[in-house]
């Protein structure tokens, strides 16, 4: 059973601090990884994608990536009220294109 | 920007009733899916769809659904026989097929089977 595993949360943080969200998946072949924010009933939005070990910044959102130990992060600078949501990790197993498998998603909740 | 529209944003429908669930693509997107969430639960991929058929299709998606790109813009998830344990909020998504699969979701229907 291949299985993305997220902390549901809540994390709660201050404005201007640094959210580090963190996701662990069960298959060593995946290939590619993602971040997706969702607002409350709203669709996953894509803020990350990360596809090599290591780091992949994109303005205040940074993406790490350990294939060894299967653990794929996002932290988020500088957090604002407004990303206040739940961010989805979703990982590639090697199915067919686009078959994503879905954590559960941690809520973050940014404190003005 | 080029987005992912579905209609209707909420369908009500009674237990046994066929929907049918309505997508527009982002126009130069080539795979289509449909994605599900059941409320607090996590997004569960349902199937995609490529060249005019399916990719690949998870267990959930049995013979009681069915997809189709009846034209050059559509693509709908038509759901035979509705079950209570049908509704949820189902998205649609698209992606060119680049590098990594980047799906851009729909603003997805909340179906609703009572």
């Known amino acids: 059973q291949k299985e993305v595993e997220q902390n549901s949360g809540p994390l709660s943080v201050p404005e201007g601090a640094i959210a580090s969200l963190n996701c662990t998946y069960s298959d060593r072949v995946s290939q590619s990884f993602f971040w997706y924010r969702q607002y409350s009933g709203k669709s996953p939005e894509l803020i990350m994608s990360i596809y090599s070990n290591g780091d992949k910044e994109d303005g205040r959102f940074t993406a790490q990536l350990n294939k060894a130990s299967q653990y794929v992060s996002l932290l988020i600078r500088d957090s604002q009220p407004s990303d206040s949501a739940t961010y989805l990790c979703?990982?590639?197993?090697?199915?067919?294109?686009?078959?994503?498998?879905f954590g559960k998603g941690t809520k973050l909740s940014v404190k003005p | 920007e080029p987005e992912v529209t579905q209609t209707p944003s909420h369908q009500v429908t009674q237990m046994g009733q066929e929907v049918i669930l309505r997508c527009v693509p982002i126009?130069?997107?080539?795979?289509f899916y449909w994605y599900r969430q059941i409320l607090g639960q996590k997004v569960e991929f349902l199937v995609s769809f490529y060249n005019n058929e399916i990719s690949e299709k998870s267990e959930i998606f049995d013979d009681q659904f069915s997809v189709e790109r009846p034209d050059g813009s559509n693509f709908t998830l038509k759901i035979r026989s509705t079950k209570l344990e049908d509704s949820a909020m189902y998205f649609c998504?698209?992606?060119?097929?680049?590098?990594?699969?980047?799906?851009?979701f729909g603003s997805g229907t909340q179906l609703s089977v009572l």
């Open positions: 979703a990982v590639d197993y090697g199915g067919s294109q686009g078959n994503l498998i």
């Open positions: 126009s130069n997107h080539l795979y």
């Open positions: 998504a698209s992606s060119d097929g680049g590098e990594g699969e980047k799906l851009f």
